[in-house]
Nanobody, 122 residues
Framework: QVQLVESGGGLVQAGGSLRLSCAAS????????MGWFRQAPGKEREFVAA????????YYADSVKGRFTISRDNAKNTVTLQMNSLKPEDTAVYYC???????????????WGQGTQVTVSS
């Protein structure tokens, strides 16, 4: 069982940066791949980024590649999403998720946080 709590969301102007964090409970955090997803009003939840259990492999959606960076610290049970050059279309609720499988599919993840709102103004 893994419990996830996101933080770091907020309001930022276009071109700005935010850093999201996800704190995980449980002693087996290092055994889980982690993902970030987002959901804008009226839209499906979409993949943003994923990182393997070791941190040695990362994967990004084309829409955020080159602007967002996912990383993890297994000693601190945290995963972060550094978001730079933010655009209004990045506005959404951002969720972190955990699963034993390294995947870009939301359906593959068993554990989810409650989400944190990111709003980018133009």
């Amino acid at each position: 069982q893994v419990q996830l709590v996101e933080s770091g969301g907020g309001l930022v102007q276009a071109g700005g940066s935010l850093r999201l964090s996800c704190a995980a409970s449980g002693r087996t955090f290092s055994m889980y791949a982690m993902g970030w997803f987002r959901q804008a009003p009226g839209k499906e939840r979409e993949f943003v980024a994923a990182i393997s259990w070791s941190g040695g492999s990362t994967y990004y959606a084309d829409s955020v590649k080159g602007r967002f960076t996912i990383s993890r610290d297994n000693a601190k049970n945290t995963v972060t999403l550094q978001m730079n050059s933010l655009k209004p279309e990045d506005t959404a609720v951002y969720y972190c998720a955990a699963d034993r499988v390294y995947s870009s599919s939301a359906g593959a993840y068993d554990y989810w946080g409650q989400g944190t709102q990111v709003t980018v103004s133009s």
